[in-house]
């Protein structure tokens, strides 16, 4: 443990601190691999860290302000019992009010594994912009210039 902490802290002192055009490519990083290229700005992922750099990279990059965002859960049915328990993790992970999530998907997938880890799954979180097409059209092109 000590060795992994060890490496864990020299790879945190190869970045200084972040610029602006950092977390710009960063982000469109992120995008490129998570986002949607269709419809408004959504980035998903069930990594609460990855989600909330996404949220502040949509916040500082882009100005987007906290009520333009709009969340839905995906997550096996087998967690049924635990949806308000999955959506009150992501309120607070995210920091957005409950009341800006719409209603968790419950996707109807048998699993044949049983997993020790049931209580602390959380599913997938969709955090999409409102009103975001335009968004998501400066986002391609900024995609389209780091891929040529």
Not at 10 to 33: P, T
Not at 47 to 74: R, T, V
Request: aromatic share 10%; glycine share 6%.
């Amino acid at each position: 443990m000590d060795q992994i902490n060890r490496l864990r802290k020299e790879g945190s002192l190869l970045i200084d601190q972040l610029s602006k055009r950092d977390l710009l490519l960063v982000g469109i990083g992120l995008y490129w691999g998570e986002g949607t290229k269709n419809n408004r700005a959504r980035i998903t992922n069930s990594d609460p860290e990855m989600i909330k750099f996404a949220i502040k990279w949509f916040k500082y990059i882009w100005n987007i302000p906290k009520d333009s965002f709009s969340c839905h859960i995906l997550i096996n049915e087998i967690h049924r019992n635990r949806v308000s328990e999955v959506e009150n993790y992501w309120s607070e992970v995210t920091q957005i009010p409950k009341s800006q999530f719409t209603k968790t998907v419950l996707i109807k997938a048998r699993n044949k594994k049983k997993y020790d880890n049931f209580n602390k799954h959380f599913g997938t979180l969709v955090l999409s912009i409102r009103k975001g097409t335009d968004l998501r059209h400066k986002i391609e092109g900024l995609i389209s210039k780091i891929a040529s």
